[in-house]
């Protein structure tokens, strides 16, 4: 049996996804910048994926921007805000648990003379909020906060975040990096204040290497790349018309019957937290502490699709490879950062020891993943963690 839990790293494309994509690639391949009709036929399929995607958001489709994904639609976002409204200050707020396409920019950002200060999180992965408004000053020109933690799933309440940030300080801008969040959210950034908003195609069974950005309209960013006027000089480049298509049509699949997936992935996370609960010398982590017995209401505090669960005694790379023999992927934390030798930030901010650190799974599971699949994992827990644990270090 081969049960794939990584749907946070990556998801399988759609069938409907690749059908369109090989459609563009093959029969209307042509350049959208061309005059000719193979031309205008590609600039049609940018035109209903950008219409779908403003429609999904309820925003302006002209506030739509394409790039090959959401490391570089985080990169565009905080970098090309932080120069374009440098005049009016230098200092960024972010917090201690976002992804390294947030961390590492900011760190650029800091090296050229900006301020950099990073919001602390309590230990379910929630942002303590009075710490971060009083993190706000004078120079404050941009805050950056994730919708949902890639690798343990803990959500921040971005419409009373955003609200309070107003009432201190009104012409912020505000990012948010919902990589995570979209597809399992209904996200909709002016009426929430969302400035600035990421996301990509392959966290819900769209293609790699495709990923958007919105931005207000009364928001300024510089381009990172120049050379060319396609996206209104913002993000010049042919753009990539097969893809682009197919993070229309992903974006538009994933709200399709959105409140009966949504509500399958919840009792799928109760259930398997449950049981896991019941092994030995484990911690499950982004949960919020009043969640006791994996109340529904409180499990529906963190993403519906994300576990991350420490196994004491044994080092996560060991587990994960044992899992792989029984068909199970799964991953030791968060993939797009796992060459890296250091700690998890996320995992260190909310306060996990190193050996902690060195034991964390993280599950994640799609709307295709069954109840059968769950409970052959749970199964194979039970099988190796007994064995594994003898051989544990000392």
Same mark, same amino acid.
């Given at each position: 049996?081969?049960?794939?839990?990584?749907?946070?790293?990556?998801?399988?494309?759609?069938?409907?996804?690749?059908?369109?994509?090989?459609?563009?690639?093959?029969?209307?391949?042509?350049?959208?910048?061309?005059?000719?009709?193979?031309?205008?036929?590609?600039?049609?399929?940018?035109?209903?994926?950008?219409?779908?995607?403003?429609?999904?958001?309820?925003?302006?489709?002209?506030?739509?921007?394409?790039?090959?994904?959401?490391?570089?639609?985080?990169?565009?976002?905080?970098?090309?805000?932080?120069?374009?409204?440098?005049?009016?200050?230098?200092?960024?707020?972010?917090?201690?648990?976002?992804?390294?396409?947030?961390?590492?920019?900011?760190?650029?950002?800091?090296?050229?003379?900006?301020?950099?200060?990073?919001?602390?999180?309590?230990?379910?992965?929630?942002?303590?909020?009075?710490?971060?408004?009083?993190?706000?000053?004078?120079?404050?020109?941009?805050?950056?906060?994730?919708?949902?933690?890639?690798?343990?799933?803990?959500?921040?309440?971005?419409?009373?975040?955003?609200?309070?940030?107003?009432?201190?300080?009104?012409?912020?801008?505000? =990012?948010?990096?919902?990589?995570?969040?979209?597809?399992?959210?209904?996200?909709?950034?002016?009426?929430?204040?969302?400035?600035?908003?990421?996301?990509?195609?392959?966290?819900? =069974?769209?293609?790699?290497?495709?990923?958007?950005?919105?931005?207000?309209?009364?928001?300024?960013?510089?381009?990172?790349?120049?050379?060319?006027?396609?996206?209104?000089?913002?993000?010049?480049?042919?753009?990539?018309?097969?893809?682009?298509?197919?993070?229309?049509?992903?974006?538009?699949?994933?709200?399709?019957?959105?409140? =009966?997936?949504?509500?399958?992935?919840?009792?799928?996370?109760?259930?398997?937290?449950?049981?896991?609960?019941?092994?030995?010398?484990?911690?499950?982590?982004?949960?919020?502490?009043?969640?006791?017995?994996?109340?529904?209401?409180?499990?529906?505090?963190?993403?519906?699709?994300?576990?991350?669960?420490?196994?004491?005694?044994?080092?996560?790379?060991?587990?994960? =490879?044992?899992?792989?023999?029984?068909?199970?992927?799964?991953?030791?934390?968060?993939?797009?950062?796992?060459?890296?030798?250091?700690?998890?930030?996320?995992?260190?901010?909310?306060?996990?020891?190193?050996?902690?650190?060195?034991?964390?799974?993280?599950?994640?599971?799609?709307?295709?993943?069954?109840?059968?699949?769950?409970?052959?994992?749970?199964?194979?827990?039970?099988?190796?963690?007994?064995?594994?644990?003898?051989?544990?270090?000392?």
């Amino acid at each position: 049996m081969e049960v794939y839990l990584d749907n946070s790293a990556t998801t399988k494309v759609s069938k409907e996804v690749m059908d369109l994509m090989t459609k563009v690639s093959c029969e209307d391949y042509g350049n959208p910048s061309s005059k000719h009709s193979m031309g205008m036929r590609a600039e049609q399929y940018i035109k209903k994926a950008t219409e779908i995607i403003a429609a999904t958001l309820k925003v302006h489709p002209r506030e739509i921007l394409f790039t090959s994904g959401g490391t570089e639609a985080n990169n565009l976002a905080l970098v090309g805000a932080a120069f374009a409204n440098n005049r009016r200050g230098n200092h960024i707020i972010t917090t201690r648990i976002e992804h390294p396409s947030v961390q590492e920019p900011v760190l650029f950002l800091e090296n050229c003379g900006f301020k950099i200060d990073f919001a602390p999180v309590d230990r379910s992965g929630r942002l303590i909020e009075e710490e971060l408004y009083q993190l706000i000053n004078k120079d404050t020109i941009l805050i950056s906060i994730m919708y949902v933690n890639n690798e343990i799933g803990s959500v921040q309440d971005i419409d009373k975040i955003i609200s309070e940030i107003r009432k201190i300080k009104r012409n912020v801008i505000i =990012h948010v990096d919902a990589t995570q969040a979209i597809g399992k959210y209904y996200i909709y950034p002016e009426r929430e204040g969302i400035d600035l908003l990421t996301f990509s195609g392959h966290k819900i =069974h769209g293609p790699k290497g495709i990923g958007a950005l919105y931005v207000h309209r009364k928001v300024k960013i510089n381009p990172l790349v120049y050379g060319g006027g396609q996206q209104r000089g913002f993000r010049p480049g042919t753009e990539n018309v097969p893809a682009i298509a197919g993070l229309g049509l992903a974006i538009q699949e994933a709200y399709d019957k959105f409140n =009966h997936k949504i509500e399958k992935l919840y009792k799928f996370k109760q259930y398997f937290l449950r049981e896991v609960s019941k092994l030995d010398d484990i911690k499950i982590n982004g949960i919020p502490k009043e969640c006791e017995n994996f109340e529904m209401e409180y499990i529906k505090m963190t993403a519906p699709h994300i576990m991350s669960v420490s196994f004491e005694g044994v080092r996560s790379e060991v587990l994960l =490879h044992a899992l792989e023999e029984k068909g199970i992927y799964v991953s030791s934390g968060s993939a797009c950062s796992s060459n890296s030798p250091e700690s998890s930030a996320t995992l260190t901010g909310i306060g996990l020891s190193t050996n902690q650190i060195d034991s964390t799974i993280r599950f994640s599971m799609s709307s295709w993943t069954t109840m059968e699949e769950i409970d052959y994992t749970i199964d194979q827990l039970n099988e190796l963690l007994p064995f594994l644990r003898r051989y544990r270090r000392r």
